[in-house]
């Protein structure tokens, strides 16, 4: 049975840290494609850049960060044996994500200085890339095939 479930205190801690941050992290994520996607149809909205670009900084990686060291901290209370498909595919989804997101980021803010540019559409994009890698990593927790 899994360490998740004992009725040890620290455990469900870990878990419950390592789903808050996944969920905020998918919400924060779509919201950022919806904000950038929504500023590039509409250059004329100084807002929607700046608002993109303070919802990774404030929202979405801190997001990440709660999300890993949940996962870190039941990876290393569990006793796993092998190497389960599903939390390949984690590591797979989230190390990779964080450079992903500290380049949206990177690109948010310079769409935030000039909001006209061909910037909005890379944050767009890899913000919707991240949240399709999300979904597929939200499967695998989900379903462990």
């Given amino acids: 049975m ?50 993109s670009f303070r919802t990774l900084l404030a929202l979405v990686i801190p997001a990440w960060i709660v999300m890993r060291i949940g996962a870190g901290w039941i990876e290393s209370a ?14 797979i989804v989230a190390e990779p994500g964080l450079l992903i997101l500290l380049l949206a980021t990177g690109f948010a803010f310079w769409w935030s200085r000039r909001p006209t ?13 991240y949240v399709a890698a999300l979904a597929v990593a939200w499967w695998a927790m989900s379903t462990k095939p």
């Avoid at 569990?78 to 590591?91: V, Y």
């Avoid at 910037?119 to 913000?127: D, E, F, I, N, S």
């Fill in 78 to 91: 569990e006793d796993i044996e092998g190497d389960p498909t599903w939390i390949g595919i984690g590591f």
């Fill in 2 to 51: 899994l360490a998740v479930f004992q009725d040890t205190g620290s455990e469900k801690v870990a878990l419950f840290l390592h789903i808050l941050g996944a969920v905020v992290l998918f919400g924060g994520t779509v919201a950022v494609a919806t904000l950038a996607w929504a500023g590039v149809r509409l250059p004329d909205r100084p807002l929607l850049p700046r608002a």
């Fill in 117 to 129: 540019g061909w910037q909005g559409r890379v944050v767009a994009g890899l913000a919707t890339l």
